[in-house]
C-alpha cells in the first residue's frame, strides 16, 4: 500500500492534480468557517439547535455542508442548488426537445447544458438566500433587518454557492475524480467524527462495561454491513456475453471474438438518493427558516411526514409514510436516471454495426428489447439496496433516538465517490505500468 502511494506521487501529472484537488479542499474548509456578515452567529446557532438540531437539517444540510449551514458561513448554500438545477435539467431535457438535441450534439451541446445548469444554479441560489435572509430578519437573526443587510446576506450566499460550484467544476478539469462528489465526500467527512462522539456519549459513555461495549458493537457492525453492501453494489454488474461475427480480409480472418457488455447492478450511483434526499427535504428546510412549521393543518402534517425525524417513531407510526414515498422516490430517480445515462437501442445498433451479437437474441430491436429488459432486473435490485443502506440509519435513529448527521446517504456517497476516484487513479497508473490501489 505504501509503495502504492509513494508511486502516485512519482507520476507528475498525477502528483499535480492531487495536490491541486488537496488545496480545492482546504479553501472548501477555510470558507466553511466564515459567517455571513450582517448575521447574530451566536443566536441563529442556538435556535439551529433547539428548534432544528434534531430534524433533518442536521442530518441532511450538517451532512452535506460540512457544517456550514449550521454554522451560517458564507458557504452555507454549499451545492444543493446545483444539485437542484441539476434536476430540474435533466427533467428538461425530457421535456423540451431543444434541449435533448443539445444532450445528442456531442461535447458542444453538453457545454450548452452545463451553461443553462450554471444559470439556473445562480437563480435557484438566490431565490434560496432572498428567503432565508428574509426569514432571518424576521426572526431576529440579523443585525439590522432593511434592505442593506438583506441585500448583503443574499450577496454572501449566492457568491458562496457560485464559488463552490467553480471549485467543483475545476477539481473535475484539473484535479482528481468528480469536483461536486468530491466536495460532498469532504464536508461529510468533516462531520464524522462529532458524530462518532455523539454516538459515544449517548450510548456508550455511562454505561455499564457490558451495556456500553454491546452498544459499541452493534453500531460498529451496522457501519461494517453498510460500508460492505454499498461495496457490493458499486462493483457488482452483469455481464452480457458478446460473439463478433468472422470476416474474411485479404487472406487474413477477422473478428471472432468473445466480449461482454458490463452492466452495473447499481447503475446511476448515488444520484437517486442525493435526488430523493433533496426533493423531500428542500420543503421541510424552507418552511423552517420561513417559521411555517407550526400547527396542526394537513400541509403541516404533510410536511412533518417529509421529515426523516419522524419517520419510525414508536408514538407517531403515521409519520413513516414518508419513509415508503423515500424508497419509492430512489427507486423511481434511479430508473429515470439510468434510463438518461444508458441507451439500449444504442448499443444494439453498435453491435450491429461491428457484427457483434448476443448469442441466442437477433440483432437490433430484439437485442435492445433483451438489454431493456435485463437493465430493468438489475436496477431494481440495485434500488433496493440503495434503500436499504439510506433507510437502515434513520430506523435507528428513530426507535433509539439517535442525533447523528452521519448515515446510509453519507456512506453511500463515501464510498461510491471513493471507488470511483480510486478507478480513475488506477487506470493513470496502469497506463504508466503502476501496480495500482485496487490491485495491490
Not at 238 to 245: A, E, G, H, M, W
Not at 380 to 385: R, S
Amino acid at each position: 500500500m505504501l509503495t502504492t502511494l509513494k508511486n502516485v506521487f512519482k507520476i507528475k501529472e498525477l502528483r499535480n492534480k492531487i495536490l491541486f484537488t488537496l488545496g480545492m479542499l482546504v479553501v472548501i474548509r477555510f470558507g466553511s468557517q466564515l459567517p455571513v456578515p450582517g448575521i447574530r452567529i451566536e443566536e441563529f446557532v442556538n435556535w439551529f439547535q433547539q428548534k432544528v438540531g434534531a430534524a433533518d437539517s442536521s442530518g441532511f444540510l450538517s451532512a452535506i455542508t460540512g457544517g456550514s449551514f449550521e454554522n451560517m458561513s458564507i458557504l452555507a448554500l454549499n451545492i444543493t442548488p446545483y444539485i437542484t438545477s441539476s434536476i430540474i435539467m435533466q427533467l428538461l431535457t425530457i421535456a423540451i426537445p431543444k434541449l435533448e438535441e443539445m444532450q445528442r450534439d456531442g461535447e458542444q451541446g453538453r457545454k450548452k447544458i452545463t451553461q443553462i445548469t450554471r444559470y439556473v444554479t445562480v437563480g435557484l441560489a438566490i431565490i434560496q438566500s432572498v428567503a432565508m435572509a428574509i426569514g432571518f430578519g424576521r426572526s431576529g437573526y440579523l443585525t439590522e433587518f432593511n434592505a442593506l443587510y438583506v441585500i448583503m446576506t443574499v450577496a454572501a450566499l449566492t457568491a458562496g454557492s457560485s464559488v463552490l460550484m467553480w471549485i467543483g467544476e475545476r477539481i473535475t478539469e484539473k484535479g482528481i475524480g468528480n469536483g461536486i462528489s468530491i466536495v460532498l465526500v469532504i464536508n461529510i467527512l468533516s462531520r464524522i467524527p462529532s458524530d462518532l462522539t455523539s454516538l459515544f456519549e449517548q450510548f456508550i459513555s455511562g454505561k455499564t462495561i457490558a451495556k456500553g461495549t454491546l452498544a459499541g458493537v452493534i453500531i460498529a457492525a451496522i457501519i461494517v454491513a453498510m460500508v460492505v453492501l454499498v461495496v457490493f453494489l458499486q462493483g457488482a454488474e452483469r455481464r452480457i456475453p458478446v460473439q463478433y461475427s468472422k470476416k474474411i480480409q485479404g487472406k487474413r480472418q477477422v473478428g471472432g471474438a468473445n466480449s461482454v457488455i458490463p452492466m452495473k447492478v447499481n447503475t446511476a450511483g448515488v444520484i437517486p438518493v442525493i435526488f430523493a434526499q433533496s426533493l423531500l427535504q428542500t420543503p421541510v428546510i424552507i418552511c423552517t427558516l420561513l417559521g411555517k412549521t407550526g400547527g396542526t393543518s394537513f400541509w403541516y402534517k404533510i410536511l412533518r411526514g417529509m421529515s426523516q425525524s419522524n419517520w419510525f417513531d414508536p408514538n407517531n407510526w403515521i409519520y413513516t409514510i414518508g419513509a415508503v414515498v423515500y424508497v419509492l422516490l430512489i427507486i423511481g430517480f434511479a430508473y429515470f436516471y439510468t434510463s438518461i445515462t444508458f441507451n439500449p437501442l444504442e448499443i444494439a445498433d453498435n453491435l450491429k454495426k461491428q457484427g457483434g451479437s448476443i448469442p441466442g437474441i437477433r440483432s437490433g430491436k430484439p437485442t435492445s428489447d433483451y438489454l431493456q429488459a435485463v437493465l430493468n432486473n438489475i436496477i431494481f435490485i440495485g434500488a433496493i439496496g440503495l434503500s436499504i443502506v439510506a433507510i437502515i440509519p434513520i430506523v435507528f435513529n428513530g426507535l433509539f433516538g439517535a442525533n447523528v448527521s452521519f448515515g446510509g446517504t453519507s456512506i453511500i456517497i463515501i464510498v461510491g465517490v471513493v471507488i470511483e476516484t480510486l478507478k480513475q487513479v488506477e487506470s493513470q497508473m496502469l497506463v504508466r505500468n503502476y501496480k495500482g490501489f485496487l490491485n495491490d
